[in-house]
């Protein structure tokens, strides 16, 4: 079956083609994505197709949310898979802009939330927050959701823009989505196709190490070093994965705790030679 929703390309054609739709009094749901698209952006397009009349899935590889040492230039691509995936999971339209649509020339504008961004991955890749929150501006500012979905798979990520749109007073609710796992526990990332397979086997012990930490939680350790140490051992069982960070933060402020004392997130971001793989859980004591 070929792929018939619409995949407009520039702001305007987007805004008049919603305009429409909200003409007729329909509301629009936005799903912000890079591409490549796969199980737990599906599950995100379900949900706005779910709770919409108009889902809208936006496939952009943001430039500037990119370290210059980032895998921007290999970052998978391909437009005719995404745009029938979309289009099973109940999009309605695609949007896919090019850089120079969403970035003219001299544009100088930055969405900047401080605080949230200084730890995690904010520490590993200064300005990625920026980039990010600038445009999820931009996106929410052209398509104006009434609703706009995110993975929990990017914890600080969700926080942050929950926190943006708060501090903005932005018009539109920010409906967090549960991480999807490949059946191995492996959190589905677009970049999981750029592991070699001794790398792909071995990353499963991301999650698992996560794991470890919760089943210690349970049986009532609350010391977040001894947690952080468990996971450090567990991953140490994936030779070919380089920690980037273990930390245990408090789920509102992320900011690192000593003791598991009500909702903490365990994150981590572990390096597969360049391919950066990120996951999380929250624990409730
Ligand atoms: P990306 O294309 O990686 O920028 O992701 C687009 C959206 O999909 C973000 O809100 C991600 O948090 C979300 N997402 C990515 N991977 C997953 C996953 N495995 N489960 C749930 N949501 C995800």
């Keep these: 079956m070929s792929a018939s929703i619409p995949c407009l390309s520039t702001i305007s054609e987007l805004r008049a083609l919603l305009d429409e739709h909200r003409g007729r009094g329909a509301c629009v749901g936005l799903v912000p994505t890079m591409g490549a698209l796969h199980e737990g952006h599906v599950s995100l397009i379900r949900a706005a197709r779910a709770e919409n009349d108009v889902a809208v899935v936006s496939i952009f590889v943001n430039p500037p949310q990119f370290g210059p040492d980032e895998d921007l230039a290999k970052y998978p691509r391909d437009l005719e898979r995404d745009r029938q995936l979309a289009e099973e999971a109940g999009a309605d339209l695609i949007f896919h802009p090019s850089a120079a649509e969403m970035y003219r020339d001299g544009h100088s504008t930055w969405v900047d939330v401080e605080g949230l961004t200084a730890g995690l991955c904010g520490r590993s890749r200064p300005g990625h927050f920026r980039g990010v929150c600038t445009v999820v501006t931009k996106l929410f500012a052209i398509c104006q959701p009434e609703r706009a979905y995110f993975g929990e798979k990017d914890a600080q990520q969700l926080a942050v823009i929950k926190h943006m749109v708060r501090d903005l007073n932005l018009l539109v609710q920010i409906v967090p989505c549960p991480t999807v796992r490949e059946a191995d526990g492996l959190a589905m990332s677009s970049r999981n196709v750029r592991l070699a397979p ?88």
């Design 198 to 285: 001794e790398q792909r086997a071995q990353a499963p012990m991301v999650h698992r190490a996560l794991e470890a930490a919760r089943e210690l939680v349970r049986k009532g350790e609350r010391n977040a070093a001894v947690l952080a140490g468990a996971i450090r051992t567990v991953l140490a069982e994936a030779p070919l994965g380089e920690i980037d960070y273990v930390e245990i933060v408090d789920a509102g402020e992320l900011t690192p705790v000593t003791t598991i004392a009500g909702e903490c997130l365990i994150a981590l971001a572990v390096r597969f030679g360049d391919v950066r793989l990120i996951d999380n859980l929250t624990v409730t004591s």
